[in-house]
Each structure stands twice: as C-alpha cells, then as structure tokens.
C-alpha cells in the first residue's frame, strides 16, 4: 500500500482541485425578459432611446468614434454605460440585474455595455446565453473604456447625466438589482 499512497495523494487533490473549479464555472441565471414583454416596456421610447433598443444585443464596431457618437446622439437623456466581458465571471454574475433594470428603466434611460479586453466570438455566444435590450461595442484594446476612466476594474458601471457629463463610476459587480436602481435614481439626472 505505500508505494500507491503518493498516487491516491495526488489523485485526490485533483478531485478537490476539479471540485473548486466547477464551483467558479456556475453562472448566474439569465434574466431576460421575452421579446414581448420587451417590446411592451419600450413603447414609446423616445427616437434616441428607440434606436438603442433596435441595437439590443448586438456587438458593435466603431471604436470610440462610434461610442462618443451614441453618446452625442443620447445627450438629454442618462446614460448608463456597463464595461464587462465574457471571460470575467464577476460580469456575468451582474447581467442577471442589467436585463432586469434596463427594461425597467429603458424609456427614460439610455443603457450601453462595452466589451473589453474580449474577443468578439466569445462576446457574442455571451450575449446570445444572456441578451440584453441594449448594444455593446467591442473594445479589445479598452480605448472606450480608456475615455470613461474604467480600464482597471471589471466590471465597471460607469453612469452621465444628460448633459453627457461622468457622474458616477461603480467599480465591481452589482449583485442586486436594488443597487443599481438606487444609483440610477441617485445620479441619472
């Protein structure tokens, strides 16, 4: 028996190493509305927020052009801006609560994501597994999230009032809807 010990050692330690691993796989559940309930939430969206919610869960181009256009194009109204990415599971435990408010919260305020450090399959099968009634634009290089001040942390929240103005940047998750909501009410003005 002692010349198997090391073996059953080390087979043992894997077991648990595999068991650990597993645990950090586990996802949140999506949350996401159906496409009828969306539409029935969005009626009567302002144009600028209509256009939005045309691009719900599509990854964009465009760089940081196209994202300080959306956001020239959304002035007069909040912004909420999500830097997130599919590899980070601090990410995906948050969409849960982003599918929830920005339906709730979509016809008075913009919402956006910003796809970092991420490559565009991986972001899409995310964005499929998790829809949401909002665009993202890929950043692999984090030049949008560069411009916002939110490079180190993933993921960041980042929110303007409506003149187009940063008036809160929320490093980390939000794990209940509720906080999210309280910092929408706090600073989207």
């Known amino acids: ?3 198997y010990y090391p073996f059953m050692r080390l087979a043992i330690a894997s077991l648990v190493c595999a ?25 009567g969206s302002p ?11 599509q990854l964009l181009g465009g760089g940081t052009s196209a994202f300080n256009s959306r956001l020239a194009a959304l002035k007069g ?10 590899w980070c599971g601090p990410c995906r435990e948050e969409f849960p609560v ?10 008075r305020v913009a919402f956006l994501g910003v796809d970092g450090q991420d490559n565009d399959g991986d972001a899409k ?3 499929s597994q998790y829809p949401v009634s909002y665009p993202s634009y890929s950043d692999p290089n984090l030049k949008i999230a560069a ?18 103005k940063i008036v809160n940047r929320h490093l980390g998750p939000y794990t209940k809807a509720a906080d999210l909501v309280a910092d929408i009410k706090r600073y989207a003005q």
Request: glycine share 8%.
């Open 98 to 107: 982003f599918q929830k408010v920005s339906v709730q919260y979509g016809k």
């Open 125 to 127: 099968k995310f964005l």
């Open 147 to 164: 411009e916002m001040n939110a490079v180190g942390a993933f993921p960041t929240t980042v929110i303007y009032d409506s003149r187009g």
């Open 19 to 43: 068991a650990l691993l597993a645990g950090c796989g586990a996802h949140a559940k999506s949350a996401a509305p159906s496409k009828t309930a969306e539409v029935k939430a969005f009626e």
């Open 1 to 3: 028996m002692p010349t």
């Open 77 to 86: 109204h909040p912004v909420v801006v999500n830097k997130w990415a599919a």
């Open 47 to 57: 144009p600028a927020l209509a256009a939005v919610h045309k691009q719900g869960g």
